[in-house]
């Protein structure tokens, strides 16, 4: 069943301007993926299935991050968005903390080891890495101490040589941020009081608190994932639609046309 309806924020003044996207463009915000690929090509059907309800103009799908860790099937999501996403749509691809994470524990693994603690072993795993490998016993096994390298270097340089290089540069590639019309998108949100152009990296992936309690006028009305909701979460400063995919089943994504908000799910 397709989950559709408007959504618009009624706790601002009366004569506050509604924001909206530049004339003729329709965008697609896709929340959290965490790494159900079975949730994204039903999102993605339905998401198609909108575009071709209204054609014409310019049609953009921006990702908000997190497209591993959690589900089961990180590498199949990375692929798809890669190989078989929307090649009509105009794409831009957000980096999230877990990516963030997930290039960290690559590069100095007992620096990031805390990945592997918040879902960083379902995506090991879907990149073929053997749970005997990563399970607590054998990274302390004498076998392991032995080595020149420490477990959780020998379970980095696994996951490197797993990986194919066009994921890796997939990954590479991700963009802090994006704007248009009047939002501003984002993986966590920003830190309240600070300019977009002066917004530290860490706010952009990590914020929470100060960011999801403030009821301070952004520059831009903020969409942003990373903090679960049971539903979209609209507000007079920002919208939030990580709707804990992984957990719940139901990934979400914003529509934007003009000064209208939407939503579809894979409810």
């Given at each position: 069943?397709?989950?559709?309806?408007?959504?618009?924020?009624?706790?601002?003044?009366?004569?506050?301007?509604?924001p909206?996207?530049?004339?003729g463009?329709?965008?697609?915000?896709?929340?959290?993926?965490?790494?159900?690929?079975?949730?994204?090509?039903?999102?993605?059907?339905?998401?198609?299935?909108?575009v071709?309800?209204?054609?014409?103009?310019?049609?953009?799908?921006?990702?908000?991050?997190?497209?591993?860790?959690?589900?089961?099937?990180?590498?199949?999501?990375?692929?798809?968005?890669?190989?078989?996403?929307?090649?009509?749509?105009?794409?831009?691809?957000?980096?999230?903390?877990?990516e963030?994470?997930?290039?960290?524990?690559?590069?100095?693994?007992?620096?990031?080891?805390?990945?592997?603690?918040?879902?960083?072993?379902?995506?090991?795993?879907?990149?073929?890495?053997?749970?005997?490998?990563?399970?607590?016993?054998?990274?302390?096994?004498?076998?392991?101490?032995?080595?020149?390298?420490?477990?959780?270097?020998?379970?980095?340089?696994?996951?490197?040589?797993?990986?194919p290089?066009?994921?890796?540069?997939?990954?590479?590639?991700?963009?802090?941020?994006?704007?248009?019309?009047?939002?501003?998108?984002?993986?966590?949100?920003?830190?309240?009081?600070?300019?977009?152009?002066?917004?530290?990296?860490?706010?952009?992936?990590?914020?929470?608190?100060?960011?999801?309690?403030?009821?301070?006028?952004?520059?831009?009305?903020?969409?942003?994932?990373?903090?679960?909701?049971?539903?979209?979460?609209?507000?007079?400063?920002?919208?939030?639609?990580?709707?804990?995919?992984?957990?719940?089943?139901?990934?979400?994504?914003?529509?934007?046309?003009?000064h209208?908000?939407?939503?579809?799910?894979?409810?």
């Open positions: 069943m397709l989950g559709y309806f408007m959504r618009r924020d009624r706790s601002g003044p009366k004569d506050t301007p509604r909206q996207v530049p004339d463009v329709r965008l697609y915000a896709v929340g959290d993926i965490h790494g159900r690929y079975d949730l994204l090509r039903i999102l993605h059907e339905r998401i198609q299935q909108d071709i309800r209204h054609p014409g103009g310019e049609h953009w799908i921006v990702y908000l991050g997190d497209y591993i860790d959690r589900g089961p099937q990180s590498r199949e999501v990375i692929e798809h968005l890669i190989s078989s996403a929307m090649p009509t749509l105009r794409t831009v691809f957000l980096m999230g903390n877990h963030q994470s997930l290039l960290g524990f690559m590069d100095d693994p007992e620096s990031h080891a805390d990945w592997l603690r918040y879902g960083g072993l379902a995506t090991l795993m879907s990149y073929g890495i053997s749970p005997s490998l990563i399970s607590p016993a054998s990274l302390l096994s004498p076998a392991s101490l032995l080595s020149p390298k420490s477990p959780l270097q020998e379970l980095a340089l696994a996951l490197r040589g797993a990986m290089a066009h994921h890796l540069a997939f990954f590479d590639q991700l963009q802090d941020s994006f704007m248009l019309g009047d939002y501003f998108f984002v993986h966590a949100g920003i830190r309240p009081g600070v300019p977009i152009e002066a917004q530290a990296r860490e706010d952009l992936l990590w914020i929470r608190n100060d960011f999801l309690r403030s009821a301070k006028a952004h520059p831009k009305i903020v969409v942003h994932g990373h903090n679960i909701s049971e539903a979209p979460e609209v507000t007079a400063n920002r919208i939030g639609i990580d709707t804990g995919a992984y957990a719940s089943g139901c990934l979400t994504c914003l529509i934007l046309s003009g209208s908000q939407a939503f579809i799910d894979t409810r």
